[in-house]
């Protein structure tokens, strides 16, 4: 299968590498942003800090989303 979806993307014009070092750099700020939020959400205190801890969680679940979908991708084209 890595074989099939490397050959697509070298005959789509794509640097190979160049593709796989970007999706390795979105996945990690990916993560890097779902941790962040697992805090934030974590500290979020006050009579305002309900209300946006539901956007905060919001916020982390796309993130951890985003990141799932990244990582089968990066392991796919090798």
Do not use: C, Q, W
């Not at 305002?48 to 084209?77: C, M, Q, T, W």
């Amino acid at each position: 299968m890595a074989r099939v979806t490397r050959e697509m993307v070298e005959n789509s014009g794509m640097d190979v590498d160049e593709l796989v070092e970007l999706l390795v750099k979105n996945a990690a700020a990916e993560l890097t942003t779902f941790y962040y939020y697992t805090i934030l959400r974590a500290n979020l205190i006050g009579l305002d800090g309900e209300g946006i801890k539901e956007i905060a969680e919001s916020a982390r679940i796309e993130d951890r989303n985003h990141f799932e979908a990244l990582v089968p991708r990066i392991y796919e084209i090798p």
